[in-house]
């Protein structure tokens, strides 16, 4: 098959793999010699060197970015009875870990040009879970997608006016930048995650959770390992088993030696395509003061027919799309018997026409090229 016939990858961790292969076969050559797979000194190596890149005092690493959001809620005591708000346009984890404690996600509606979770939407819910009586607001979660922050300024003026914990889903946004700070410090507590697909990924599952609070952050070691005390069967509280993989840590602290450049790779990637399909489809819209770690390019289309066709007219060329979210989380089965019945038209429109191009740092400009002739067609 000649080259601008093959396949083109949605994501290429092989190629990846390949590129970086001497750095990380050290790394987990490293472990596999010493031996200390739980808890070894590369998870503190990692956990220091994330808190130094993101500019806050603490990281606590764990076993994926959904036990990271746990841990986080556990420590403040969320459940029944609470009502935990975030965006109806973000992936199931946000919501599902509030349900699995006993609390209440309530969803909220998001900015129609970056997608973020809307300020304005979100007062409503509030004052409407406070109208209605039966739950107690607790927490807001602000999730930065795609690769953009939230609206950080608006949501913390909102959490301290409303009396809520603040915490920032950066799962999919990690390297990423807002107001001229790397994400991480924004919110009371931050969570990652370091699943492959994630511009900062492991070869396996793998999360952290990063914070300027002392207490908090001794509190979230302590819940990640059985509510451990200072020794091994000192239980103090009930916790998890949340612990961080020391060979996931290793791969993480191979990669992130590369970590800028494959910033600056997707972000050249993402200005191609903009340059290319501007004036053919509705492409990102830009977070103010901001900069995107590109964890997804997202375009947006007329219509479902429209998509469907392109989506069509793209696989025939090889290119491949995916589609983040096809539904938003207030229609989804498992939580649309908590859900108030309340519209929120910007999620519900979203989910028909959004449609996700290949961004990876081992993408070339002549298949980058591709993908926006196959697209304008």
């Given at each position: ?100 404690l006993g609390a209440t996600p309530v969803f909220v ?40 922050p939230a609206p950080w300024a608006e949501l913390r ?220 067609g």
């Amino acid at each position: 098959m000649q080259p601008e016939n093959r396949p083109i990858a949605f994501l290429d961790l092989a190629a990846q793999q390949k590129r970086l292969g001497s750095a990380l076969r050290q790394r987990i050559d490293t472990v596999l010699e010493h031996c200390r797979f739980v808890m070894g000194p590369e998870v503190q190596e990692l956990e220091e060197r994330l808190a130094a890149y993101a500019g806050v005092e603490h990281c606590v690493g764990v076993s994926s970015g959904t036990d990271a959001l746990q841990i986080v809620m556990m420590a403040e005591g969320i459940g029944r009875g609470d009502a935990v708000f975030l965006p109806a346009f973000t992936y199931t984890a946000t919501a599902e870990v509030p349900l699995v404690l006993g609390a209440t996600p309530v969803f909220v509606d998001v900015d129609p040009l970056t997608f973020q979770i809307d300020p304005v939407s979100l007062k409503q819910r509030i004052a409407d879970v406070r109208q209605a009586g039966k739950l107690t607001p607790r927490a807001i979660v602000g999730v930065d997608l795609f690769g953009q922050p939230a609206p950080w300024a608006e949501l913390r003026a909102i959490a301290e006016a409303e009396g809520l914990f603040l915490l920032d889903d950066c799962a999919q946004s990690f390297g990423g930048s807002y107001d001229g700070r790397k994400l991480g410090g924004e919110a009371v507590a931050t969570t990652l995650s370091f699943f492959p697909s994630k511009p900062l990924g492991g070869y396996g599952d793998g999360g952290a959770i990063l914070t300027n609070d002392a207490e908090r952050a001794e509190l979230y070691r302590s819940l990640r390992t059985h509510g451990e005390g200072k020794t091994r069967y000192q239980v103090l509280r009930t916790g998890m088993n949340g612990r961080l993989d020391t060979l996931q840590a290793a791969v993480l602290l191979a990669k992130l030696d590369y970590f800028e450049d494959e910033l600056a790779r997707r972000d050249a990637i993402a200005c191609m395509y903009d340059a290319g399909l501007s004036g053919h489809v509705v492409t990102p819209a830009r977070v103010p003061v901001s900069s995107s770690a590109w964890a997804v390019y997202a375009i947006l289309l007329k219509d479902s027919e429209e998509r469907q066709a392109v989506q069509e007219r793209l696989k025939a060329a090889g290119v491949p799309s995916a589609i983040y979210y096809p539904l938003p989380l207030h229609w989804q089965p498992a939580y649309r018997d908590h859900h108030d019945g309340k519209a929120l038209p910007v999620s519900e429109d979203l989910s028909t026409r959004i449609l996700a191009l290949p961004i990876h740092p081992e993408l070339l400009d002549t298949e980058v090229q591709r993908v926006i002739a196959a697209l304008r067609g």
